[in-house]
């Protein structure tokens, strides 16, 4: 009797080895980041549009579990770059992150052998520091909520090349126009990426 359990126990192991394989991922990326958001003063002046494109890298790790035509990946990274916003061409208040990190979890789905479409959610927590000249500068750190989708096809066994775009909220900044002054801006932060990146598989 022990002997058919022990048989049928490494059977079930070989089972659920063979339904679901997990791998290490690492991986760099660059990507087109189009970073800002708009602006509203306490004057009652209206929304402007403050976005502007930037160019950014990352590095990322993941954890890869395979179940069959779905993939589920727990993923982190850091995202360096961001650049600097005005709120006009002559502005001397601008906005700058300098740093980002994520944590987000990656549910592919394969549609052609080697080939996977997925979406992504998750947070993400930017650095950023809002300058004014003539009211000082604030560094504040902010949480947002990121959402995307992408496509990743096998190039060899090991490597991996990943095309995706991510979208994500960060909420507000508040600063005031000047030292003294009543009048208040208040920005809401977003931004869009467009990202080209190459995955190790190991």
Not at 68 to 82: A, C, D, F, S
Not at 91 to 96: A, L
Not at 136 to 148: H, I, M, P, V, Y
Request: charged letters at 20%; aromatic letters at 10%; a positive charge.
């Amino acid at each position: 009797m022990k002997k058919y359990l022990t048989l049928a126990a490494v059977a079930s192991a070989v089972a659920l080895t063979t339904a679901a394989s997990a791998q290490f991922e690492v991986g760099i990326g660059f990507s087109a980041v189009n970073f800002g958001g708009s602006t509203k003063d306490s004057t009652g002046a209206g929304d402007r549009n403050i976005a502007k494109p930037v160019a950014a890298g990352d590095i990322s790790v993941a954890y890869s579990i395979d179940l069959g035509k779905w993939e589920i990946t727990p993923l982190v990274y850091v995202q360096t770059g961001g650049g600097k916003i005005k709120y006009s061409d002559s502005s001397n208040i601008h906005i700058h992150r300098r740093v980002a990190y994520a944590g987000l979890i990656r549910g592919g789905f394969e549609i052609a052998p080697k080939s996977d479409v997925y979406i992504k959610v998750g947070t993400k927590r930017g650095r950023f520091v809002y300058h004014n000249s003539t009211a000082g500068s604030k560094a504040t750190d902010k949480w947002g909520f990121l959402g995307g989708l992408g496509f990743m096809t096998q190039l060899s066994e090991k490597i991996a090349l990943d095309l995706g775009y991510e979208h994500v909220v960060y909420g507000s900044v508040k600063s005031n126009a000047a030292t003294g002054s009543t009048t208040t801006y208040k920005t809401k932060l977003n931004e869009s990426n467009f990202r080209l990146g190459v995955a190790y598989k190991f």
